[in-house]
Structure formats: C-alpha cells, structure tokens
C-alpha cells in the first residue's frame, strides 16, 4: 500500500489564486479586446443600439409606403367596374392623390441617400442612419412619464444581454442587422422612387384634356403595377 502525501508550500494557496485571477483576466481581455474592425466593446454595443432603432424607424416608412401603392391597385381594380369614364376619372385623380399626398408629409417617408459606387454595404447603412437619426419622427410628441420609464426598462435589458457576450457575438449580430437593413433600404428605396415618380407624372399631366389625361392616369399605375419593385413586395404577408 502506497501512502501519498501532499505537502503544501506556505503561501501556494495565493499563488494558485493569483494565477487563477490572472487566467480571468486574460479571458477577459480576450472576450472584450477590439474586433477586426478596431470597435471596441462599448462602441459596437452603441452601433447595436443604432442599427435597431434606425430598422425600427425604416420599418415604418417601408410598410407605410408598401401599403399606399397596395391600396392604390386595389381601389385601381375596383374602379374597372365603374363604367362612366367621369367618375372613373375623377376615381382615378382621387386615389393617385392619397399617395402622392405622402411625398408633401416630410415626417411620413424618410428620405435615405443613393448608394456610391465605392461604397461598402456597411458604410452605406450607418451613412443612412446617420441622415434617419437626424429626421423627425412621424407623431412623435411629448412622452408621458411612464412611457420614458419602460422605455429605459426596456434599454436597460437590451444593454444588459449585450454586455453578456463577447465583443465577437455582438459584432456578428451587428452584420446580420446590418445586411437585413441593408435589403430593406433598397426595397424602400424602389417604392420611394416609384411615388416620388407617380407625383411627378401626375404633376405633368395636368396640362392635357381630359379624356388624354384619363389614359394618362390608367398608365400611370398600370406601370407601378408592373414594375419590379412593386411586384418583389406587393405580395408580402404583413406580420
């Protein structure tokens, strides 16, 4: 029978924590050093923070204006059914102007800038939300008390399960948002485009007769109805 017997060094129990908060530390240091993009930990929680409420506000817009050109070819449809040409008429100049109607409403439609050539999709997006954070918001008055206090509840659990992963994690959900943003600011952009052009035709229009005008206006969302950017979201289920 072998009898093993441990001797202990006067002062190896500190040692051995000291090492152990050394190890920690190292870890540490590992999980909350700058990523590949020099951000450090406090800096990519902040482009989190910004890229979600910048999406928040997109959404808006993108659903808002999703919705006038939905309702425009439904109103559009159901016209075809009226067969005096001066009501259809008249129909037609009244349900082209509710949606131009958006592009006077500056708060309703944010405006987002064109993409250079150059320009990475990362750049690209914090350049747009850059211009969104500096726009006012659609019925945006002066929030009760209770509302700034559950929003800052609510802040405060969304910094505190960031501050639970590493500095890594939080860069990788910061691209997934950042290429889900990135999708949804150039479908924005095309149905923007397509209103801000609607208004512009419907505007020229103006100077021909009536009955050329009436064609005119069929044409008019005719062409929307048919455009690419229309039909990529025209059939999307709203949540």
């Known amino acids: 029978m072998t009898l093993v017997v441990t001797i202990l060094v006067p002062g190896s129990t500190n040692l051995v924590g000291k090492f152990t908060q050394s190890v920690r530390r190292i870890v540490q240091d590992v999980k909350d050093e700058g990523t590949a993009s020099g951000q450090t930990k406090e800096e990519v ?3 989190n923070e910004r890229l979600r409420a910048v999406r928040i506000r ?41 949606v131009i109607r958006l592009e006077t409403q500056y708060w309703t439609l944010v405006d987002i800038p064109k993409q250079e050539k150059q320009e990475t999709v990362p750049a690209f997006v914090l350049r747009a939300c850059a211009i969104m954070e500096k ?9 009760t008390s209770a509302k700034l206090a559950e929003e800052a509840q609510d802040k405060r659990e969304r ?45 020229n229009a103006k100077i021909y007769p009536m009955v050329l005008r009436y064609t005119m206006l069929k044409d008019m969302i005719k062409d929307i109805m048919l455009h690419p950017d229309y039909m990529e979201v025209c059939h999307e289920v709203d949540a």
């Open 45 to 47: 929680i902040e482009t």
């Open 58 to 98: 997109l959404d808006e817009s993108y659903d808002t204006a999703k919705k006038a050109l939905v309702t425009l070819m439904g109103k559009y449809n159901d016209s075809k059914s009226v067969h005096n040409i001066f009501q259809r008429y008249n129909l037609l100049k009244a349900m082209i102007k509710e």
């Open 135 to 143: 726009t006012q918001k659609s019925g945006e008055g002066v929030k």
């Open 159 to 203: 910094i505190e399960r960031l501050e639970n992963m590493t500095t890594s994690q939080i860069e990788a959900e910061n691209t997934q948002m950042t290429n889900d943003l990135y999708r949804l600011l150039k479908k924005y952009s095309g149905l923007r485009n397509l209103i801000r052009q609607l208004k512009i035709e419907y505007t």
